[in-house]
């Protein structure tokens, strides 16, 4: 168990819908990232907030946007679904900024189906 | 642009030792780490290089050229728990982490 904790563990919902994933990070850890995994493939980094700020970008799509509230936790939030977004999303908390030495911390993921 | 490189799949069998590669292309580089993920489950953190040579954890160890753009991870006494996706992933200008496509790596017995 790696402290991070994700909600829900499971979405079905459909094209067009709009949901909410939420994160909460390790104790005391300061930065966010999400990350999505689609089948067969590797872990694509959309977004990290650091302290409430946006930290760093990745390839996230407009239609998806988060952010990190005071007590640190995150939510992600995903509007137009299409069939294309089901994955897997990831969670990842680390103690500082982000940076070559730091370990990111992995929750265990919301699987998302959108039919 | 940035990429990483690495086999889809490696099989081996209990007890014997394994090499997985790694290349990339990218710029700003400040490191290589890999990851562990079990079907699906949370990718967790095996080791980090940040300068040339060799880092040994246990049956892991990993290892890092600069100059060559290209790492490793082995792993000895092969036991069938380790089975599982290992990646590699460049830590690049700003932190941010670009994880390859993963290595699925089978254990037999």
């Known amino acids: 168990d790696s402290g991070v904790t994700q909600t829900p563990k499971h979405l079905i919902t459909a094209t067009g819908q709009r949901v909410t994933l939420r994160c909460s990070p390790r104790?005391?850890?300061?930065?966010v990232y999400w990350y999505q995994q689609s089948l067969d493939q590797g872990l694509q980094f959309l977004i990290q907030?650091?302290?409430?700020?946006?930290?760093a970008k990745g390839n996230i799509l407009e239609r998806f946007s988060a952010q990190q509230f005071p007590d640190l936790h995150s939510e992600l939030n995903l509007s137009s679904l299409e069939l294309g977004d089901s994955a897997l999303y990831f969670c990842?908390?680390?103690?500082?900024?982000?940076?070559?030495?730091?370990?990111?911390?992995f929750g265990p993921g919301t699987r998302l189906l959108v039919l | 642009g940035q990429s990483l490189e690495q086999p889809s799949e490696v099989t081996a069998v209990e007890g014997a030792i394994v090499q997985i590669n790694c290349t990339y292309q990218?710029?700003?580089?400040?490191?290589l780490s890999w990851y562990q993920q079990h079907d699906g489950g949370a990718p967790t953190f095996l080791s980090y290089?940040?300068?040339?040579g060799l880092e040994e954890t246990g049956r892991f160890s990993s290892f890092l050229s600069r100059s060559d753009s290209y790492g490793y991870l082995l792993l000895q006494e092969l036991q069938m728990k380790d089975s599982a996706s290992y990646f590699c992933?460049?830590?690049?200008?700003?932190?941010?982490?670009?994880f390859g496509q993963g290595t699925e790596l089978s254990v037999k017995p």
């Open positions: 992933a460049v830590c690049n200008q700003g932190g941010k982490l670009i």
């Open positions: 990218t710029s700003g580089f400040y490191g």
């Open positions: 907030y650091y302290n409430g700020e946006e930290r």
């Open positions: 990842a908390s680390s103690p500082l900024g982000g940076g070559a030495t730091e370990t990111q911390y």
């Open positions: 104790s005391g850890d300061l930065s």
């Open positions: 290089n940040g300068l040339d």
